[in-house]
């Protein structure tokens, strides 16, 4: 069965600040029953109120896992049952590490090892990529390839679809290879480049979108901007009609 829509609330996070209970309104009025949460550790009892207060849930959110202590993991546990979280994703980890076979084998060694303790908490987690895991290659491969290869199965990908291409690869033959482990889609488009400001709202840009959802029919597709030159909010409503209509 085809997952709601999401979005990662990153992209609007100047309205949310402005007015986050308006803000997740508009969301609502616009169509999405799901959200992607971020930087909600310290404010997770006020995100999980205002998320019920307008009808949403957010099935998945970013936290920086690898970068974290031992009491800040806890703290991030905590707070990712409190707004409801399913599946914790981290969001970034350092280009410096994603260079060498042994790094990222470590990296997702890392991960992989804080899987079973995330479940004890009743969550999965899950790594979003960047542009960098791509354009950087090891062995003839990309150094995402190499740290996919080496997680473990209880840790699921949530691929940017617009950071794999920007890095130089194919998201759907990269969707193709790693089949039921993508359970997160990122959908954004734009011109192809790393100016986050040339983002623009799916459909309107340069990526194969239907081609992207296709390969993955039953991950949750998010949408992002991670910047944009206009009204974001706009940007997002024309995103979700795009989407609907492209998963009809």
Do not use: C
Request: glycine share 8%.
């Amino acid at each position: 069965m085809t997952q709601p829509l999401s979005v990662q609330l990153y992209t609007v996070r100047d309205a949310l600040s402005a007015d986050r209970p308006g803000t997740l309104r508009r969301l609502a009025d616009i169509g999405f029953t799901d959200v992607e949460a971020f930087g909600f550790v310290d404010d997770a009892d006020g995100l999980a109120a205002a998320l019920r207060d307008a009808g949403l849930t957010a099935p998945s959110g970013h936290a920086r896992l690898l970068d974290a202590g031992e009491q800040d993991l806890e703290r991030i546990f905590h707070a990712s049952t409190t707004i409801g979280l399913g599946t914790l994703i981290d969001p970034h980890i350092d280009e410096s590490r994603w260079t060498t076979r042994e790094d990222v084998e470590a990296i997702a060694r890392e991960l992989s090892a804080l899987a079973p303790r995330a479940a004890d908490h009743g969550l999965v987690l899950g790594y979003h990529n960047h542009a960098f895991e791509f354009s950087n290659r090891i062995d003839g491969v990309s150094a995402y390839e190499v740290f996919a290869d080496a997680l473990s199965d209880d840790v699921v990908l949530e691929l940017d679809t617009y950071w794999v291409q920007v890095g130089g690869d194919d998201p759907v033959a990269i969707i193709g290879k790693y089949g039921d482990k993508v359970q997160f889609l990122h959908v954004k488009d734009g011109d192809g480049s790393h100016n986050d400001k040339r983002q623009v709202a799916v459909g309107n840009g340069i990526m194969p979108v239907r081609e992207i959802v296709a390969a993955a029919p039953d991950a949750q597709h998010v949408v992002e901007l991670d910047d944009h030159d206009g009204d974001v909010l706009q940007a997002v409503a024309d995103s979700y009609t795009f989407l609907e209509g492209v998963r009809a």
